[in-house]
T-cell receptor, first 113, second 113 residues
Framework: DAGVIQSPRHEVTEMGQEVTLRCKPI?????LFWYRQTMMRGLELLIY????????DSGMPEDRFSAKMPNASFSTLKIQPSEPRDSAVYFC???????????FGPGTRLTVL | QQQVKQSPQSLIVQKGGISIINCAYE??????FPWYQQFPGKGPALLIA?????SEKKEGRFTISFNKSAKQFSLHIMDSQPGDSATYFC????????????FGKGTKLSVKP
C-alpha cells in the first residue's frame, strides 16, 4: 500500500502567487483531512471531507484558502494569493469509515517569500 | 473549551528511563483520546488510543493512563530507547474516532544513549 501521497513535497513561492497542494488518499478511504502545522500553532485542522463532500471547513483561515475533492482519489488545497504567514507544513490524512486511525501523508513544506 | 493542553514542550530522558507526557482537556464531550508520534520530515502516525470507559491501555512499552474526573490523560514510555526520539502529540475528539481531532501542541522527546 502506497499510503497517502502528497505533492509537491516542497514548494517555495513568492508572495501573491497561487499555490496548489495535492493529495491522493489511501484507496478505499472515504474521509480526507487537510491540516497545517506550524511551531506557533501546532497541528490545526483546516477542512474535512467525507465521501468527497466538505463537512467542516471552520478551520480554513480565510477566503484565500479553498479545498476541493472532485473524486475519491484526489484532493487539492489552493492558496490564492499566498502570503508569508502561510508558510507551514501542510498535511493530508485519510481514514476508512468505521475505523479509528487517520493516516497522514508526508506533508508539503510551503515557504512563501 | 476545545483546547487540549500538553506538557512538557520538550523532554530529555536517559536510555532505559520512563518518559511521561501529560495532556488535559476541558470539553467533557470528548470521547476518544489518541496519541500520535511524528519523526522529523514525516507525518504523524497513530501510536495508541484510549476511550473513557477504561483507565489504562498498554501496548508494548507504551501505556496511556486516563483520569476522567480530572480530565487528564498521559502517555508513559517504559524503557525509553533512542529510537523513541520524536515529537508526540495527544489529541481528543467527540463523536468517537469518527470525530475531528483536536491536537495538543506536541512534546519533543529526546532519549540519550
Amino acid at each position: 500500500d502506497a499510503g497517502v501521497i502528497q505533492s509537491p513535497r516542497h514548494e517555495v513561492t513568492e508572495m501573491g502567487q497561487e499555490v496548489t497542494l495535492r493529495c491522493k488518499p489511501i484507496s478505499g478511504h472515504n474521509s480526507l483531512f487537510w491540516y497545517r502545522q506550524t511551531m506557533m500553532r501546532g497541528l490545526e485542522l483546516l477542512i474535512y471531507f467525507n465521501n468527497n463532500v466538505p463537512i467542516d471547513d471552520s478551520g480554513m483561515p480565510e477566503d484565500r484558502f479553498s479545498a476541493k475533492m472532485p473524486n475519491a482519489s484526489f484532493s487539492t488545497l489552493k492558496i490564492q494569493p499566498s502570503e508569508p504567514r502561510d508558510s507551514a507544513v501542510y498535511f493530508c490524512a485519510s481514514r476508512d469509515s468505521g475505523t479509528d486511525t487517520q493516516y497522514f501523508g508526508p506533508g508539503t513544506r510551503l515557504t512563501v517569500l | 473549551q476545545q483546547q487540549v493542553k500538553q506538557s512538557p514542550q520538550s523532554l530529555i530522558v536517559q536510555k532505559g528511563g520512563i518518559s511521561i507526557i501529560n495532556c488535559a482537556y476541558e470539553n467533557t464531550a470528548f470521547d476518544y483520546f489518541p496519541w500520535y508520534q511524528q519523526f522529523p520530515g514525516k507525518g504523524p502516525a497513530l501510536l495508541i488510543a484510549i476511550r473513557p470507559d477504561v483507565s489504562e491501555k498498554k501496548e508494548g512499552r507504551f501505556t496511556i493512563s486516563f483520569n476522567k474526573s480530572a480530565k487528564q490523560f498521559s502517555l508513559h514510555i517504559m524503557d525509553s530507547q533512542p529510537g523513541d526520539s520524536a515529537t508526540y502529540f495527544c489529541a481528543a475528539s467527540k463523536g468517537g474516532s469518527q470525530g475531528n481531532l483536536i491536537f495538543g501542541k506536541g512534546t519533543k522527546l529526546s532519549v540519550k544513549p
